[in-house]
């Protein structure tokens, strides 16, 4: 028996290797201006997600509580009916005031998730948030569109990070056109 145990041992943990996927740290931006990173924001494109399933014209507003807390308000239309809207109100905060770019955001309690701000334009016109996990991630700007030279390039980071930029789903910002 004893002679099968180290072969045992060396199999599963190659299969356990094989089955999980190992990456690099996940880089986040070194500062925030909370102020600045404040108010609306247009979902641009997302890998997808059970909770975003079947929304379009997706928004996330952010703002700032009296306790140094962020309120989160996520806001979607209905995909087959877009005068049906859909909203999920939550929490952030950053846990580490030395590592700004990883925030955590809360829907229910006592239940929490990552908020990574992976990439911010320096006039806060854009940005990415993920998670490590590489199983979430958004592209979100200040307006309803974003050139697709910006969407290029973020598309290149992604697939640099160990994402997987072939599943971004593009949201129909559609509701919000004038």
Not at 67 to 91: F, P
Request: glycine share 6%.
């Amino acid at each position: 028996m004893r002679k099968f145990a180290i072969p045992l041992i060396l199999l599963f943990t190659m299969i356990s290797s094989c089955s999980n996927k190992v990456h690099a740290p996940l880089p986040v931006v070194d500062s925030v201006n909370i102020n600045r990173y404040l108010g609306r924001w247009y979902e641009i494109a997302r890998l997808p997600n059970r909770f975003e399933r079947g929304l379009t014209c997706v928004t996330a507003t952010y703002t700032l509580k009296t306790n140094g807390k962020i309120e989160v308000l996520n806001a979607g239309r209905k995909l087959e009916d877009t005068q049906v809207e859909s909203k999920a109100k939550g929490v952030a905060w950053i846990p580490n005031p030395k590592v700004p770019g990883k925030l955590k955001v809360r829907f229910f309690w006592p239940f929490s998730g990552k908020y990574w701000i992976l990439a911010l334009d320096k006039d806060y016109r854009w940005a990415m948030v993920g998670d490590d996990s590489r199983k979430y991630l958004w592209i979100l700007s200040r307006t309803p569109t974003l050139d697709q030279s910006t969407i290029d390039m973020l598309l290149k980071q992604v697939q640099q990070q160990g994402f997987d930029a072939k599943k971004m789903e593009f949201i129909d910002q559609g509701c919000f056109k004038n």
